[in-house]
């Protein structure tokens, strides 16, 4: 089970911080990834870090302004959201996957949280 926290409202060139908690064994053998979803817009990957040797790939549209972080002790994926524009403005998910050593870091993903609202006023 994945669970959000962190979303909120902020205003145009503010930060968040979202967090993931994970529930289960095993936190450190799971891929783990965010996605959004803005109204009347499909899903997009946003950033994605591979268990095996950390890597972290993230979207075009949040390069330089977003940073992942995974604490495997508490079993916690954080996403560090600095410089916000309106267009972040969406439903932010965590997603999660058995480990894969072929697997693109945009998907697919089989367990996914309830998601957070983050809302980037102008």
């Known amino acids: 089970q994945l669970v959000e926290s962190g979303g909120g409202w902020v205003q145009t060139g503010g930060s968040l911080t979202l967090s993931c908690e994970a529930s289960?064994?095993?936190?450190?053998?799971?891929?783990m990834a965010w996605f959004r979803q803005a109204p009347g817009k499909e899903r997009e990957f946003v950033a994605a870090?591979?268990?095996?040797?950390?890597?972290?790939t993230y979207a075009d549209s949040v390069k330089g302004r977003f940073t992942l972080s995974r604490d495997v002790a508490a079993k916690t994926l954080s996403l560090q959201m600095d410089n916000l524009k309106p267009e972040d403005t969406a439903t932010y998910y965590c997603?999660?996957?058995?480990?894969?050593?072929?697997?693109?870091?945009?998907?697919?993903?089989?367990?996914w949280g309830q998601g957070t609202q983050v809302t980037v006023s102008s």
């Open positions: 289960g064994g095993r936190f450190n053998l799971l891929d």
């Open positions: 870090i591979r268990y095996r040797d950390a890597k972290k």
């Open positions: 997603a999660s996957r058995w480990g894969t050593t072929t697997g693109s870091p945009s998907g697919p993903y089989t367990e």
